[in-house]
């Protein structure tokens, strides 16, 4: 017969035996709440010292709330190559510099356990120049994107994702393919989820974008920017008056901010502060006011403050002495709207809006702008010291300094005139159609050359300024030099080669 004695000496036994097992999926369950929370709670940028570099690759924090998958963006010009105009993302005119992995303006952020990437601000305000056609492409930061097809590659995102292909028995093993080290987790779990949530997030947001579909294309270098914002407020785009539903404008140039503080900004002028206008930007990254990095849009700013354009002397000759007869060409009719010069901005009409009556131009990007979206803008920061305060209903275009004026081509706000030679000619006389896209640079008229349909394996854009805002017209008479002599013209074309 068993003793109490020795049953509380077996009880005594089995006790810590009994805890030790208890404890086992308790200390199990911590190390994976470990290991899970290291994984997966970061939430950090790839970061760069050189204020260029940042801003090439830098994050606005868009990656948050649209970035892709970095494997997937990777493999999907494989997955869905019928979808793209040409090979790769190139063909749409992402620019690749040697030894990245990544194109000039997307970022990476690693988040939720994988690496997410997304455009950032030097998609729209960087792009190539070639001196000659054999010439390596001169990498240009903060000139419009003159390459790129925002619109082409809109369209291959919400075709490809949209397509029966595009799921995780096709896409996983086309990353494992390109070289993905791949954990069980990331192929059974993270990539499959990454995929259904690409998938749905991707088409939401281009369903939410569907005016696009109605609009003609916009070719490289352009871009909807407010019929954008009207869809992202929800806008009833079906319901919207036609005048407004084509604003496709050029993608500007972004040097020289500091100088163009007080000026009415974008193409209309319908905004006098810097700081607004750029975190206005930072939407068309993604970047929205609870995800976006501030830290790092100041860092952008903060270059762009004093960045400048490279010369046109640094790659082409100038001949001064015909340059000089065209100063007082340039100060007459010019300078008072354009600035003295390339880095004087003085002028008495310089960032401030002319009408559209007395300029001309081509309507539609300024009707695109609604008094209701300069409401709607007030209300993304509301609360916050952020909160945008000077947006406002303009009727006209605004006056522009002309820093970096070689690198501006096309010429107007819409991108409808392809050297400053056809902007100095009168309108029946400006080229009714031009191909857009090619980098190579025609120093003569300065503007890039726009006679040829395909170079180098590259199909160019067919622009057509009979399809409405296209239009060419507008910035013509003897105020805007139009009526000067031949020898006039290249006399102010070569004095402009200074700006």
């Not at 949530?197 to 939401?204: E, Q």
């Not at 974008?266 to 993604?286: I, K």
């Not at 700013?301 to 100038?318: E, R, S, V």
Request: hydrophobic letters at 40%; a negative charge; glycine letters at 8%.
């Amino acid at each position: 017969m068993t003793t109490a004695a020795e049953k509380k000496s077996k009880r005594s036994r089995f006790c810590p035996i009994l805890v030790f097992f208890l404890l086992i999926p308790l200390v199990l369950a911590g190390i994976l709440t470990i290991y899970l929370a290291k994984r997966f709670l970061p939430d950090e940028p790839v970061a760069y010292e050189d204020p260029v570099e940042h801003f090439k690759y830098g994050s606005t924090g868009g990656e948050r709330n649209l970035g892709f998958p970095y494997w997937i963006w990777q493999v999907l010009p494989q997955v869905c190559a019928e979808h793209l105009p040409g090979d790769g993302y190139e063909s749409v005119g992402f620019v690749f510099e040697e030894g990245k992995d990544l194109p000039i303006g997307m970022s990476k952020r690693r988040q939720f356990g994988i690496d997410r990437v997304f455009l950032n601000c030097a998609a729209c305000h960087a792009a190539t120049v070639r001196t000659a056609p054999d010439a390596e492409p001169l990498i240009v930061v903060g000139m419009g994107a003159n390459n790129l097809d925002l619109m082409a590659f809109q369209k291959f995102m919400y075709n490809c994702v949209a397509d029966r292909r595009f799921t995780p028995k096709q896409i996983v093993p086309h990353i494992q393919a390109a070289g993905a080290d791949l954990d069980l987790l990331d192929k059974y779990a993270v990539y499959p989820a990454a995929v259904h949530l690409m998938r749905d997030g991707v088409a939401g947001l281009l369903g939410r974008l569907r005016f696009i579909h109605a609009q003609p294309d916009w070719g490289p270098g352009r871009v909807d920017t407010f019929n954008s914002a009207k869809a992202l407020f929800n806008f009833p785009i079906e319901k919207l008056h036609p005048d407004e539903l084509l604003g496709a404008a050029d993608f500007p140039t972004i040097w020289n901010q500091a100088k163009k503080k007080g000026m009415q900004l974008h193409w209309d002028g319908n905004n006098d502060s810097v700081e607004e206008r750029n975190l206005n930007a930072a939407f068309g990254t993604g970047a929205t006011p609870r995800l976006i990095d501030h830290a790092s849009i100041a860092r952008i700013q903060a270059w762009n403050a004093t960045a400048t354009p490279p010369a046109f002397g640094d790659h082409f000759p100038i001949d001064q002495e015909l340059a000089k007869k065209g100063a007082p060409l340039y100060k007459q009719y010019c300078a008072d709207c354009h600035g003295l010069s390339g880095s004087d901005f003085t002028g008495r009409f310089v960032g401030l809006v002319v009408s559209l009556i007395s300029i001309g131009t081509d309507p539609y990007r300024l009707h695109s702008f609604t008094p209701e979206l300069a409401a709607n803008l007030g209300t993304p920061y509301a609360g916050t010291e952020y909160r945008f305060k000077h947006f406002k209903k303009t009727f006209g275009y605004a006056n522009a300094p002309m820093d970096g004026l070689w690198l501006r081509a096309p010429y107007l706000h819409n991108g409808s005139v392809p050297t400053l030679w056809d902007l100095l000619q009168p309108v029946d006389q400006r080229p009714a159609s031009f191909w857009r896209g090619n980098d190579r640079y025609d120093p003569v008229e300065l503007g890039f050359v726009d006679d040829v349909a395909e170079e180098n394996g590259r199909n160019f854009f067919l622009y057509d300024t009979s399809i409405p805002g296209n239009g060419n017209s507008g910035h013509e008479g003897a105020a805007y030099g139009t009526e000067l002599s031949d020898d006039q013209k290249w006399a102010l074309i070569e004095y402009l080669k200074n700006f």
